[in-house]
């Protein structure tokens, strides 16, 4: 099983007529693969129609502000809340300053490291990864920027005006990457980005991080949060409105959600829907009818209007699993 199956093999092989290994239905190792393949297509078939993910996942997601008193997530059922963080500000900064040497210079964060490249004379020169594993505080990592040379320079910025006043350079640094809330081949791989690329060429290229924590909310596991009480976090404007501030990624909130057991009904709608498909492999997807070798003709139909979406049986099993998203930005 991959990581996004909803189900085992032998599930499939119980909606196929009969257990793994059974007298009744032996399958190939080809045919194994081919089923075990269908499976990982067909859960993420599923989870794009019912728009969210089922197995039990940590998120770590931005989310605007609603100006409404509940915020809602992009998925669910949450399991846990491990920290929800707003106000993003500047903890860092990263500038190239020889600009004799160079014509270009820029930065960004990926998931293993900052990244910083820079253009001399016409060459593109990418600079070593600097890890958040080697450099795991701040202050690390900006001393590592500086030590790259070649006209970088990296700062931690002062935090005096907060009640963190002064320790912005001992925060990880890993909290610069913010994963991508929508995900992509790319997830995992430390390719994908998350701030960047920015122009640092004679000027500072600030970067970002949630620093402040909400302490006045509660959430529900059908999937949203709340504000609480207002006296818990006085330091929101407006706190006795309870509602989340209206804003452009201005909440950072990670959390676990999802089954640690598939719901039975999805798992039957993924079986069936990979045994119908598997069917199709053993003939003519758009053959619909065939006469004796005697006969003049068959006839076909279009392969589109089978593979449209989910087969009408598994649209019933997953209705009541399907994501409704209505007046909201969360997407």
């Known amino acids: 099983m991959t990581a996004k199956d909803l189900i085992p093999i032998s599930r499939a092989m119980d909606s196929l007529g009969g257990s793994q290994g059974s007298s009744n239905l032996m399958l190939s190792a080809n045919e194994q693969q081919t089923l075990a393949d269908l499976i990982t297509s067909v859960s993420d078939a599923i989870e794009k129609y019912c728009k969210r993910r089922f197995l039990t996942h940590l998120y770590d997601e931005l989310y605007n502000g609603s100006g409404d008193k509940r915020l809602l997530l992009r998925q669910y059922p949450i399991q846990s809340v491990q920290s929800v963080r707003y106000m993003p500000v500047f903890v860092c900064r990263v500038g190239n300053f020889n600009m ?81 809330s929508y995900g992509d081949s790319l997830e995992g791989s430390g390719i994908q980005t998350s701030q960047g690329n920015l122009n640092a060429r004679g000027v500072w290229a600030a970067l970002l991080m949630h620093t402040y924590e909400l302490q006045g909310y509660q959430w529900d ?39 640690t057991t598939v719901p039975e009904s999805v798992q039957e709608a993924c079986a069936e829907w990979v045994a119908e498909l598997f069917w199709l492999t053993k003939r003519d997807p758009a053959l619909l009818h065939q006469v004796p070798s005697s006969g003049s003709a068959s006839g076909w139909g279009s392969l589109a209007s089978l593979r449209a979406q989910p087969p009408q049986h598994v649209r019933a099993l997953l209705a009541p699993y399907k994501r409704i998203i209505v007046g909201n930005n969360q997407g």
């Open 100 to 180: 004799t040497l160079n014509q270009q210079a820029r930065v960004h964060i990926t998931a293993t490291g900052l990244q910083c490249w820079r253009s001399a004379n016409g060459t593109p020169y990418t600079e070593t990864l600097l890890p958040w594993a080697s450099y795991p505080t701040l202050q690390s990592l900006m001393n590592a920027v500086t030590a790259l040379g070649n006209g970088w320079q990296g700062q931690v910025l002062s935090s005096a005006a907060s009640q963190f006043a002064g320790d912005y350079g001992n925060w990880p640094s890993a909290d610069l990457y913010v994963p991508n």
């Open 221 to 259: 596991a059908r999937g949203w949060l709340l504000r609480a009480i207002p006296y818990t976090d006085p330091e929101l404007l407006h706190p006795e409105d309870l509602i989340w501030p209206v804003g452009v990624n201005n909440f950072r909130i990670q959390y676990t959600a999802g089954y």
